[in-house]
């Protein structure tokens, strides 16, 4: 990954059992199945570490996975709140109250 501008920088990422980064360090962790990569400074892969697997050697980064993620948190945005939900659940029954709606 390194070769692209910037300075290079050696950091160590772990990985999650289906194979995306889910943490990096500056320095050895210690935890199993750790690797070490050079990367440079500006590299994408320190930025949405999540969104990259550790394949043949090299980090991939996963355009389709990061798609997915982006979708998730657009309709995660766009779900009403607990806050919300009840006060459309009280605002729905005091209509049926105070209206004698169906």
Do not use: C, H
């Not at 943490?23 to 990259?52: H, K, M, R």
């Not at 980090?59 to 607990?82: F, G, H, M, T, W």
């Amino acid at each position: 990954m390194s070769g692209k501008g910037g300075d290079g920088l050696r950091i160590y990422f772990t990985f999650s059992p289906d194979g995306y980064v889910n943490g990096y360090w500056s320095i050895p962790s210690g935890i199993e199945g750790e690797l070490s990569v050079d990367v440079d400074n500006d590299a994408e892969v320190l930025q949405v570490p999540e969104v990259f697997q550790y394949v043949n050697g090299e980090l991939v980064k996963d355009e389709a996975y990061q798609q997915e993620l982006i979708e998730q948190e657009e309709q995660r945005k766009n779900q009403p709140s607990d806050e919300e939900m009840n006060a459309m659940a009280i605002m729905d029954l005091a209509s049926k109250i105070l209206g004698g709606g169906e």
